[in-house]
């Protein structure tokens, strides 16, 4: 009886690649199993690995799950995009390897995306865990408006907790892009970014376990120097291909600043102050005087602050 609901719910697509993940891979995959939403395929593409993951995930039953291999370690950005050419729902639901949904992660993001159509993705908070890792709850602005303009400074998502809508992607032929190696999520933002709205439910679904091998680690260069690029061309969107270079070239003008006031975008006012170099005291003198200060919250200031006093703040 309860098998024509199951099939008239939308189908979601979790698109986990793996890689050497054969003391992980389990946890992962029964916390899809586990779910409230019954209807989902999970796509488990192995991009070779040359551990006993694949024994493994074949000890697994379960006909909803879709078990791809690669020709070879092709990579995490060629596994994403092949995960969503093979993909068959309606929407796209992201999974690592070494994390583990919450039981009601999916029914949440579905409700939502149902009942907001003008929302393309839909992300939530995230728990982090580890080994020698004190267990933190990572809150991620909610609104559309916070999350664009939050961009320019962070990641306003956290990638394997995110649900798209897969049409977006197909219509405008949009995938991961090569060219930004270890950012590819954050140039995905920036890619959907005019083509609907962005959403963060306020409530941990999904544990997000921290290594030392991550690709996400700070002192990462080939990151820094994707998430500059995609930086940059956040500011010609906002600002303008002459302001853009000011930036890059860590030139804050009177001019820029004036734009900057206009557009009101404190994400990309704070940026500014940020990648002075040199940081000086007409610029400090200038944060108190213009009332730009007023616009900030402390935390804002006291990283203004930090990098008057020398604490070098590299954001472009």
């Known amino acids: 009886p309860a098998e024509p609901l199951f099939r008239s719910l939308p189908l979601v697509s979790v698109i986990l690649p793996v890689y050497n993940a054969e003391s992980t891979i389990l946890e992962a995959i029964n916390s899809i199993i586990e779910q409230t939403y019954p209807n989902w395929e999970l796509l488990l593409i192995n991009d070779g690995s040359k551990d006993h993951t694949k024994e493994v995930i074949k000890r697994i039953n379960d006909k909803r799950i879709r078990y791809i291999e690669n020709d070879g370690n092709k990579g995490l950005i060629y596994t994403l995009n092949r995960g969503i050419s093979l993909a068959k729902g309606e929407y796209i639901a992201r999974m690592d390897s070494d994390d583990k949904s919450r039981p009601n992660r999916f029914e949440k993001q579905v409700s939502f995306l149902d009942s907001h159509k003008e929302v393309i993705v839909c992300g939530s908070f995230i728990e982090i865990f580890g080994d020698?890792?004190?267990k933190t709850v990572r809150e991620f602005k909610q609104s559309?408006?916070?999350?664009?303009?939050?961009?320019?400074?962070?990641?306003?998502?956290?990638?394997?907790?995110?649900?798209?809508?897969?049409?977006i992607l197909l219509n405008n032929n949009i995938c991961y892009d090569f060219s930004f190696k270890c950012a590819e999520d954050y140039k995905l933002w920036f890619d959907l970014m005019d083509y609907g709205e962005y959403y963060n439910i306020p409530e941990v679904l999904l544990d997000y376990r921290i290594s030392v091998t991550q690709c996400t680690q700070p002192t990462n260069t080939t990151m820094i120097n994707s998430l500059k690029k995609c930086?940059?061309?956040y500011v010609k969107k906002i600002l303008g291909q002459e302001d853009a270079k000011s930036f890059?070239?860590?030139v804050i003008t009177k001019n820029l600043l004036a734009r900057i006031y206009r557009i009101r975008n404190v994400c990309i006012l704070e940026a500014a102050y940020l990648s002075m170099k040199p940081f000086s005291y007409g610029l400090l003198f200038h944060l108190f005087t213009s009332g730009d200060y007023r616009k900030f919250t402390c935390r804002q200031i006291g990283a203004i602050l930090k990098r008057f006093i020398g604490k070098q703040v590299d954001l472009f």
């Open 132 to 134: 020698n890792i004190n």
């Open 144 to 167: 559309n408006e916070d999350i664009k303009q939050f961009y320019l400074l962070k990641t306003p998502f956290a990638h394997p907790a995110v649900m798209i809508r897969r049409s």
């Open 231 to 233: 930086r940059l061309l």
């Open 248 to 250: 890059k070239h860590n």
